[in-house]
């Protein structure tokens, strides 16, 4: 079933006083969305800022007049609204973005490849090919923060090692790891749907029994081998107690999804119980690694 869809022109309007008026004559759904390029990381708990650019866009049942939705915004906001509008065809949306997911190669041998989708037929012999698909998870390998913590797993080569996975996922790193020839892995995450693409890739990748998942307010465990912890600066920080306690002795830390800037904080956070490695920046973003003093 296709959709109206409509823009609105703010022109100093409020975002949140806009979303408000188009739910109240009618849409289906608003969206609110960075109409510059000043990403929201890290927001305080509790907080919902939104971006100092924000643009509005509301879907309409098809049929929808793109005028009569001006006048009725225009009335509800009181003062004249400008909007452009487009028929919009019914998509799965959640898997819309999925159509620019093609096979990755992280290091030597590891390939990321979304189902139906081989290496290209010059991959060198034997890759290990983790088939993912992420749902409505995070971790495809697309993202920064991810490639770094895969390049890191296909050059230590983890095998024979126990794996904790610290906000899992999709399950690609812990999955990742067991195909790399890891003994076993517990991933934790606080989304349910994480937990869900987890467990439906290490399905598809049949290492499901070595694969464990558990809500983060769970007990971890300890004497992990290797730690890998691809969140966000401010819970790495606040986590490194809790990811210290849980590695063995000279056992790995590895961290993602920090900025750049952010990397000598989240460092020094670590440095009382790790010997800390030498970063690996990409594309703004930077990974962490250390072993366990």
């Given at each position: 079933?296709?959709?109206?869809?409509?823009?609105?022109?703010?022109?100093?309007?409020?975002?949140?006083?806009?979303?408000?008026?188009?739910?109240?004559?009618?849409?289906?759904?608003?969206?609110?969305?960075?109409?510059?390029?000043?990403?929201?990381?890290?927001?305080?708990?509790?907080?919902?800022?939104?971006?100092?650019?924000?643009?509005?866009?509301?879907?309409?049942?098809?049929?929808?007049?793109?005028?009569?939705?001006?006048?009725?915004?225009?009335?509800?906001?009181?003062?004249?609204?400008?909007?452009t509008?487009?028929?919009?065809?019914?998509?799965?949306?959640?898997?819309?973005?999925?159509?620019?997911?093609?096979?990755?190669?992280?290091?030597?041998?590891?390939?990321?490849?979304?189902g139906?989708?081989?290496?290209p037929?010059?991959?060198?012999?034997?890759?290990?090919?983790?088939?993912?698909d992420?749902?409505?998870?995070?971790?495809t390998?697309t993202?920064?923060?991810?490639?770094?913590?895969?390049?890191?797993?296909?050059?230590?080569?983890?095998?024979?090692?126990?794996?904790?996975?610290?906000?899992?996922?999709?399950?690609?790193?812990?999955?990742?790891?067991?195909?790399?020839?890891?003994?076993?892995?517990?991933?934790?995450?606080?989304?349910?749907?994480?937990?869900?693409?987890?467990?439906?890739?290490?399905?598809?990748?049949?290492?499901?029994?070595?694969?464990?998942?558990?809500?983060?307010?769970?007990?971890w465990?300890?004497?992990?081998?290797?730690?890998?912890?691809?969140?966000?600066?401010?819970p790495?920080?606040?986590?490194?107690?809790?990811?210290?306690?849980?590695?063995?002795?000279?056992?790995?830390?590895?961290l993602?999804?920090?900025?750049?800037?952010q990397a000598?904080?989240?460092?020094?956070?670590?440095?009382?119980?790790?010997?800390?490695?030498?970063?690996?920046?990409?594309?703004?973003?930077?990974?962490?690694?250390?072993?366990?003093?």
């Open positions: 079933m296709p959709f109206l869809q409509v823009h609105v022109t703010l022109d100093g309007l409020d975002p949140e006083s806009v979303e408000d008026a188009c739910f109240s004559i009618g849409a289906l759904s608003v969206t609110l969305a960075d109409a510059g390029d000043t990403p929201i990381l890290e927001p305080l708990p509790g907080t919902t800022p939104l971006w100092p650019a924000t643009a509005v866009s509301a879907l309409f049942a098809d049929g929808t007049d793109p005028a009569a939705v001006a006048n009725a915004l225009s009335d509800h906001l009181g003062r004249e609204v400008a909007i509008a487009e028929t919009l065809g019914d998509r799965a949306w959640e898997r819309e973005w999925l159509k620019d997911f093609h096979p990755m190669r992280f290091g030597e041998r590891l390939w990321i490849c979304p139906g989708q081989s290496p037929q010059d991959t060198q012999p034997d890759p290990t090919i983790v088939w993912l992420p749902g409505l998870a995070f971790g390998g993202h920064a923060t991810t490639a770094l913590c895969l390049e890191w797993l296909d050059h230590e080569q983890p095998a024979g090692r126990r794996i904790l996975d610290v906000g899992c996922g999709s399950g690609v790193l812990a999955i990742a790891a067991l195909l790399l020839g890891a003994d076993s892995a517990h991933g934790l995450d606080i989304d349910p749907q994480a937990l869900i693409a987890s467990t439906d890739n290490a399905l598809r990748n049949e290492v499901s029994g070595r694969l464990t998942l558990a809500g983060a307010d769970t007990d465990g300890d004497g992990y081998d290797i730690v890998l912890a691809n969140i966000l600066a401010e790495l920080i606040e986590l490194a107690p809790r990811i210290a306690a849980a590695t063995r002795p000279g056992g790995a830390v590895v993602a999804g920090l900025l750049t800037e000598n904080s989240v460092a020094a956070a670590y440095r009382p119980w790790f010997q800390m490695e030498t970063p690996r920046d990409r594309d703004g973003w930077t990974g962490l690694s250390g072993r366990r003093l």
